[in-house]
């Protein structure tokens, strides 16, 4: 990772451990936090159908991206069976819900088996890195895949799955607004977990194994061991991104869950940057909304050159790929890293460079 | 057991896998050299088949100088591709490199889409299609053209590698860049002429799909078949890649008469390379004929 400008205010020294290992590095830091749960919390009073599904959607793919984001990002290892495992996670929480345990159980009980499907799949992993096992987790892609198409008790095959509504104690959480608060909750289970993760020893371990896996080999950190617990994460959290996507769509059907789904979360954490926690949630919320951005644009100029009305799918699938190219090659750090650029120059003023 | 059944298959797995190993032979070519993995590999090949689809059917030109104008066209698009979106990317880590390529593999299906339509289209009839009985099995002509074409383009490699001045420039920086670069070798002019020749040569890959079935998007899906195939052969051995290409080809349709004859669990065609693909990299992490990766700290 290259240095990333990241300065705090004047005279907040940290003198102890204790205080370099806040959750949160300063105190305004953790009033922004909270305010921004709050306004969440508080937008069903406002906004109506449209956003509240679109804050829902962004809350479920950030919790996902955010899996990844443990994987790719802090432990180096690149996974493109992402959407596989968020497939998993939807049709596991169905079938458990099916068979009459309540959602909001059935949601972390997805999770947990798409643990353990992640880890087993893991397994390969432990022993390759790189290309090798980019193309491991490609067949895990292709394996699950088939595997929802085939396994009628589990998924309903190729009929898809009905999933159940989620209630509290028999009150219902059937439209946007209600659902909006079971999704903040996991989001900010998540990714609180995650920050907290990055200062244990497990979280540093898995850092260690991105940076220079021989040296963290000699420090005495347990490679396969720390390999397949990341997977065992990164799918837990899919799993539990998955579930959420299920009961808020109420039918699962295997469609959703290919390759670009897998491809669309590695482009979630590649642009709101890689290893970083808040970018996975700013990566989903980009992703989610470039397409439809895109295609009021493409609405927009259609009207003046009436040719491009009916490319406006292509160009919503164009502009992703866009995307994923242009902040490679402009922008590689991410949205985060653009963000506290901006920060920097503003706190530094003027003397930015 | 069906015999002929079973030979039938076998003969059009060797044939498929042919294709196959040239279309895994490019993906090498290009890993070796430039030590990137193109993801986009099965969209140059639909690439290929639609420029020349649409030079056959929409300025009627001659099939030949369709083909030939469509390779011209491939290695201007592979340089083009080398310098503008994977030379800023030098020395950047492998997810970056690796999501590049997709991205470009996204961009391009949808822009292909949008450009040559979804539905296969079939080419006008360039050859007779006939079949030609050999040793008691029916094959078809065209089959066996693309057999023909792929043993060419194989020898053709093979001859370029051993004794171009080029070729051996490329084995050069594919074994060491800077030992390459001190003795005068370009090593960019390598990597985009590295491109290039993928390029074409998927093009050609392309074209031969085309007359044989018909040309269309899906069949940017043997960029996906190419990764068993190269695991099976090792990411960085040009033999291996057509040896994997075969094994591909022909498991793909054992798996089949399996599948078909005992098994009936359907689709097996499509996923059986996977699980071979798992088990080996779990045997052997550095593919069969790969060289493994050996690090010093």
Known sequence: ?353 | MNTSLLIQLLVNGVIVGMLYGIVAMCFVLIYKSTQVVNFAQGEFVVLGAWVCLALVVNMGLPFWLAFLFSLVFMMVFGILVQVVLLRPLLGEPVISVIMATIGLSIFMQATMNWIFGNNAVRFPRVFDRGTVEIAGLNVETAYLMSFVLSLVVMGLFFWFFQYSRWGLAMRATAYNQQIAQSLGISVGRVFAMAWAISAVVSGIAGVVIGLVSAVSNSLAIIGIKVFPAVIVGGLDSIVGAIIGGLTIGILENLAEFVDGQYLHIGNMYSVAPFYVLLIILMIKPYGLLGTPDIERV
């Open chain 1, 1 to 353: 990772m290259a240095h990333v400008p990241n300065p705090r205010p004047t005279g907040d020294f940290r003198a102890t451990y204790a205080a370099d290992r806040t959750l949160f590095r300063t105190r305004n830091e953790t009033m922004a936090v909270l305010a921004g749960v709050v306004l969440v919390a508080l937008c069903p009073l406002v906004f109506g159908g449209y956003v509240l599904s679109q804050l829902i959607l962004i809350g479920i793919y950030g919790i996902a991206a955010l899996g990844l984001n443990v994987l790719t990002g802090m432990t180096g290892q690149i996974s493109l069976g992402h959407g596989a495992f968020f497939g998993f996670g939807a049709f596991a929480s169905a079938w458990i819900s099916g068979n009459g345990i309540p959602v909001l159980i059935a949601i972390p009980l997805a999770g947990l088996m798409t643990m353990a499907v992640g880890m087993i799949f893991g397994i390969p992993a432990a022993r390759l890195k790189g290309l090798y096992l980019a193309i491991a987790t490609l067949a895990s892609q292709y394996i699950l895949q088939d595997f929802f198409a085939r396994a009628d008790w589990f998924t309903g095959g190729t009929y898809g799955s009905l999933a159940e509504t989620a209630s509290v104690f028999g009150f219902q959480l059937n439209n946007d607004a209600r659902y909006l608060y079971l999704v903040l909750f996991w989001v900010v289970v998540a990714f609180v977990a995650v920050a907290n993760l990055a200062r244990t020893r497990d979280g540093r371990a898995l850092v260690a194994v991105r940076d220079h896996y021989l040296s963290a080999e000699i420090m005495g950190i347990n490679l396969t061991r720390y390999r397949i617990l990341s997977f065992g994460i990164s799918s837990f959290f899919a799993g539990i991104g998955g579930a959420l996507y299920g009961h808020y769509l109420g039918f699962v059907s295997a469609e959703g869950f290919t390759i670009i789904l897998s491809i669309e979360f590695l482009a979630m954490i590649i642009i709101g940057g890689l290893g970083s926690v808040s970018g996975s949630l700013l990566g989903a919320a980009f992703i989610l909304l470039l397409p439809q951005a895109m295609e009021v644009f493409a609405n927009g100029v259609a009207t003046v050159v009436p040719a491009i009305a009916q490319g406006t799918a292509y160009i919503k699938q164009m502009s992703v790929g866009a995307a994923i190219i242009l902040f490679l090659v402009l922008e590689p750090e991410g949205l985060v890293h653009r963000w506290r650029m901006t920060r920097a120059s503003w706190k530094l003023f003027p003397f930015s460079h």
